[in-house]
């Protein structure tokens, strides 16, 4: 028990790795991407014959992460940007559990636009039956009987491809948020949440886009754009080279275009996530805001936000209009060529009326897969780069598989649980910035047992404590030791489902008075949650509430008051059972009576676990068995109350000035 010993912050950083992948996180140039945009409407052109409209590539780029995010903007400052595997790879590696199914998929939709294909051929027999007076019946029935089987086969195609999008969407999902649960705590220290959303929602939303129209509907556009050809010159090879001198000299400009569109749209994107992040900054701080009188100031950032975002999506919008306007330009000039080289060459007898009608007919049946190219360019570049900002989640440094157990034996066991004593030995831990380490070499010892107050100025290293007893951070130097066992090799479960801790600023979850007691608990019979309830004091405000302890709380329920927070934190931790207590500034919000009625809780407690408590009040530090004093991340002395007092100096002036103060 003592004084510090004092080793370098530069020991050996992190302990063994305990799973989760490589990478890590490092500064990256950062902007927040929106929170939740919904999947990119395509941009209609006219539709061809075959009844599909296309989009000319031009995403809404103010409503999602357009190829934006393809150029290499994270979004996140935690995030790293380091080159991983390809991100192409990565996407056929989702792909690939699917690619039956797919494959299934994509035939009868090319099956369904075959039909389709068949249709202007068909529509020339029907021309030249009613040209030489005979019955177009068969090719009137076949080309219904092409409608139908056409449109069914499509139809079964879309399904089975959305269907196994929304699969993909799925798995996509679940894997990362068991990933995100399964984070450590300082990846997630570096993350921002919005941008942490918007990959569980809105990339992985993308991920359905590039498989239906980036891979298969690009696949099938490629087929369908050789058959059109391939009937097309079959019609006649004169025609479809005026065709072909229009469309690709038109589509050698539009190319020229798509970077711009694709830098556009990188723009507006990132300027919809700043404006997420001036909202977030507002909402994260509601009432200060208002408190400081500063609504007219956000409201006027936000909208400054909102305004560059709109500017930007509007040159986006310009140039998707040029590019649309150019496309179907193509078409249209591709059509009055046909037109006149055609019309030209049926009034000199070389070609038949039929055969110019069925040739236009396919010409405007080109917009369909032309299209499908450019929506399958830009569906694969966003895409691309959803998978790549949901793999950078997916390699960030996580624990071991299954998370915590969140009923211990204990709760199941009614017997009494066994207090854990703790050591700290000559331990070493940074936050991993550039301030110095918050423990510089801590060494103290908790008997199994009792209780244990730790003391200390603001920012002496209390709270960080817990966190290193928590392993929601690895100590770099030194050994921490939870029932003489080392706690790296405790498995993680196990020791936090030995512990309970009460946080500084417990939160309530959002649910219900019940679901905020059992929460580390569930497991915890009626007779348990009573018991917990009237401990903690808490059945007058049960009483009071119009269901009890079915009553909403938190978010969208009832406003609770700091104490009653407090309390509820308090009875969460006293249904765990736990081994070891870790009580951080419990009693400061609470009311004399109430505070009280805590103590001696917590006192009794302490006779069957251990109890560690970072103490604020006088009356709390009194009552422990031991006291130990932080300062600037050392142990400066441990002992009793009165040991102290007569001992060490900075007690006696916190005793007399900070402890007791906060007693009121
Ligand atoms: N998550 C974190 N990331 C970076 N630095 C941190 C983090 N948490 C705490 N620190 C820093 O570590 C040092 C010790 O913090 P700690 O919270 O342990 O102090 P404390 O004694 O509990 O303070 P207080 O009584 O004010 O709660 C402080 O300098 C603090 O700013």
């Known amino acids: 028990m003592g004084t510090a010993t004092g080793t370098t912050a530069d020991a050996e950083r992190n302990g063994p790795p305990e799973g989760g992948g490589p990478g890590g996180p490092a500064g990256g140039a950062g902007r927040s991407a929106p929170p939740d945009p919904p999947e990119r409407p395509a941009p209609s052109t006219p539709p061809g014959p075959s009844g599909a409209a296309r989009t000319s590539g031009a995403a809404d780029a103010n409503s999602a992460p357009g190829p934006a995010e393809a150029s290499g903007s994270s979004g996140d400052p935690g995030i790293s940007e380091a080159p991983g595997p390809s991100p192409l790879r990565l996407l056929l590696s989702r792909v690939?559990?699917?690619q039956g199914v797919l494959l299934r998929a994509g035939l009868l939709s090319l099956a369904g636009s075959g039909a389709g294909l068949a249709m202007p051929l068909t529509a020339k027999y029907a021309v030249d039956a009613f040209a030489a007076d005979r019955s177009p019946a068969g090719p009137l029935v076949a080309l219904t009987a092409l409608v139908l089987v056409g449109a069914c086969l499509s139809a079964y195609g879309r399904?089975?491809?959305?269907?196994?999008?929304?699969?993909?969407?799925?798995?996509?999902?679940?894997?990362?948020?068991?990933?995100?649960?399964?984070?450590?705590v300082p990846a997630v220290d570096r993350l921002t949440p919005g941008d942490l959303q918007s990959r569980v929602t809105s990339d992985t939303t993308l991920l359905r886009t590039v498989l239906s129209s980036g891979l298969v509907e690009s696949f099938n556009s490629v087929l369908m754009l050789l058959g059109t050809i391939g009937f097309m010159a079959y019609m006649d090879l004169t025609l479809l080279g005026v065709t072909l001198v229009v469309i690709v000299g038109i589509g050698a400009v539009t190319s020229l275009l798509m970077p711009r569109i694709q830098r556009a749209q990188l723009r507006a994107q990132e300027s919809v996530g700043a404006m997420g992040a001036a909202l977030d900054r507002v909402l994260q701080a509601f009432r200060t805001v208002k408190a400081s009188g500063a609504e007219e100031r956000e409201t006027a950032a936000v909208a400054a936000a909102a305004r560059h975002a709109h500017d930007r999506g509007v040159t986006v919008a310009k140039w998707a209009s040029v590019t649309d306007v150019t496309m179907m330009m193509s078409i249209q000039l591709a059509f009055l060529a046909v037109l006149g080289v055609g019309g030209a060459?049926?009034?000199?007898?070389?070609?038949?009326?039929?055969?110019?009608?069925?040739?236009?007919?396919?010409?405007?049946?080109?917009?369909?897969?032309?299209?499908g190219l450019v929506e399958g360019w830009t569906g694969l570049q966003s895409g691309l780069a959803a998978v790549r900002r949901i793999d950078e989640v997916e390699s960030l440094p996580g624990e071991p598989a299954p998370p915590p157990a969140p009923v211990r034996e204990a709760v199941r066991d009614p017997g009494p649980a066994r207090p854990l004593g703790v050591a700290f030995q000559d331990v070493v831990f940074g936050y991993g910035d550039e301030r110095a380490p918050a423990h510089q070499g801590v060494t103290f010892d908790v008997p199994a047992g009792g209780m244990v107050a730790l003391v200390g100025p603001s920012g002496a290293g209390k709270s960080t404590v817990f966190s290193l007893l928590e392993r929601f951070y690895d100590h770099d130097g030194g050994t921490i030791s939870v029932a003489d066992r080392n706690i790296r090799d405790w498995p993680l479960a196990e020791l936090r489902g030995a512990l309970a801790y009460v946080e500084q600023d417990a939160p309530v979850l959002a649910g219900t008075l019940r679901e905020n007691l059992l929460f580390a608990a569930p497991e915890a019979d009626e007779e348990a949650l009573a018991s917990a309830v009237a401990r903690t004091r808490l059945d007058a405000l049960v009483a009071?509430?119009?269901?009890?302890?079915?009553t909403a709380v938190g978010h969208r329920g009832v406003t609770l008051s700091g104490g009653e927070r407090q309390r509820i934190a308090i009875a969460r931790a006293l249904l765990r059972r736990p081994r070891l207590?870790?009580?951080d500034e419990v009693t400061s919000q609470l009311d004399a009576v109430n505070e009280q009625a805590l103590r001696d809780v917590i006192l009794e407690l302490a006779e069957q676990t251990t109890v560690?408590?970072?103490?604020?009040?006088?009356?709390t530090v009194r009552h422990a068995d031991r006291i130990v004093v932080l300062e600037e991340g050392r142990v400066r002395r441990a002992g009793t109350h009165e040991e102290l007092l007569t001992e060490d100096d900075l007690y006696r002036e916190l005793a007399t000035t900070q402890l007791a103060a906060d007693a009121r």
């Open 96 to 98: 690939r559990p699917h």
């Open 159 to 184: 399904y089975l491809m959305s269907r196994t999008g929304e699969g993909v969407v799925l798995r996509a999902r679940d894997q990362l948020v068991s990933r995100i649960m399964r984070l450590k």
């Open 612 to 619: 560690l408590v970072i103490a604020h009040r006088l009356s």
């Open 544 to 550: 009071r509430l119009p269901e009890g302890l079915d």
């Open 345 to 371: 060459r049926v009034a000199s007898g070389s070609l038949e009326i039929s055969a110019l009608i069925a040739f236009l007919l396919y010409l405007f049946y080109l917009m369909g897969p032309i299209g």
């Open 581 to 583: 207590l870790l009580l």
